[in-house]
């Protein structure tokens, strides 16, 4: 009874909160799996499996997530789990789908999984051809903008001017990072959005509407990593909700490929608040903020147009 006082009131509060309230219960991975103090990727699966439930297959592209679910005959996931190589998630979840297809199964959700890496980079061929088929699969990329598993390496996904272990600061990452979710709606699926775990409602009401629609739906989900960002495990959440706030990462949906809805209006705070407390932005110079700053309020106003 406290904790649901507590809950109301932070419901009330804090927008980010809403719906609190209305999270299953229910828990699709165990409390003992190998993922670092703060991992954004755990609490993203977490979310999205108290969405689709137990009737689910994970077909998971090697990441971080192929050690965080552990090696067989360990698994952190109470459900069926798919190992598979790291360009190979859409193309490996096809082929279940199809199998599930020739056996009549119509119920189970095939959830392809990987990160960033084996999304934006390699994977994308395999992801492109799945998208053009429209093969239905629910594939979520849980994006920490870099290559955690091997190292801090830089991927597509890597913001501009951000520290990784292979663009060190004497030759920061100077491209602009890839958008996957346009890339995604050109292919004019069914279903793409962006969700964040520090928005746990409205990732996990996403997820559950994707499970709801056929055809390949497409969820990019903000997933802070500890060591690969370089901050206290304490901070990660706060850090992905000043990634929305800030606008550096909105929530939004696009349906059909064409229509863009805006799920939250950010309190637009500066994104200096935003880059301040990750190790792996400490080098920036103030004139390298302001260029960060005028990208991502180009980039928003961009999405706007297209919301309306
Ligand atoms: S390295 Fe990053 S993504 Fe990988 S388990 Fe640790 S916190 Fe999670």
Request: with cysteine.
């Amino acid at each position: 009874m406290a904790r649901d006082k507590a809950l109301k009131l932070l419901n009330t509060r804090d927008p980010a909160l809403k719906g609190l309230l209305e999270v299953p219960e229910e828990e699709y991975m165990y409390s003992g799996h190998n993922a670092c103090p703060g991992c954004g990727a755990a609490q993203a699966m977490r979310f999205v499996l108290k969405a689709l439930g137990n009737q689910t297959i994970n077909v998971l592209a090697a990441s971080c997530w192929s050690g965080i679910a552990g090696v067989f005959p360990y698994s952190a996931l109470k459900i069926p789990v798919l190992h598979t190589a790291f360009e190979t998630a859409a193309a490996a979840a096809s082929g279940v789908r199809a199998s599930l297809d020739m056996q009549g199964d119509k119920e189970t959700v095939v959830l392809a999984w990987a990160g960033d890496g084996g999304t934006f980079d390699i994977g994308l061929q395999a992801l492109s051809g799945a998208g053009e088929r429209n093969e239905d699969i629910l594939y979520v990329c849980y994006d920490n903008e870099a290559y955690m598993n091997t190292g801090v390496h830089r991927s597509s996904a890597t913001p501009y001017l951000a520290w990784t272990a292979t663009t060190p600061v004497i030759h920061p990452q100077d491209r602009p990072k890839k958008d996957i979710l346009a890339i995604m709606a050109a292919h004019r699926i069914p279903y793409a959005a962006t969700a964040s775990v520090a928005f746990p409602h409205d990732l996990i009401e996403k997820a559950g509407k994707a499970k709801g629609i056929r055809g390949t739906r497409f969820l990019h989900i903000y997933s802070p990593c500890t060591p690969g960002w370089r901050y206290s495990p304490e901070l990660g959440i706060k850090i992905a909700r000043l990634a929305v706030e800030s606008k550096v990462f909105p929530l939004y949906e696009v349906e059909g490929g064409e229509r863009y809805t805006l799920s939250y209006r950010p309190r637009a705070v500066p994104v200096r608040e935003y880059l301040r407390l990750q190790g792996r932005f400490d080098h920036l110079r103030e004139e390298e903020i302001g260029l960060i700053q005028e990208e991502v309020d180009r980039r928003w106003e961009r999405l706007l147009r297209w919301c309306t």
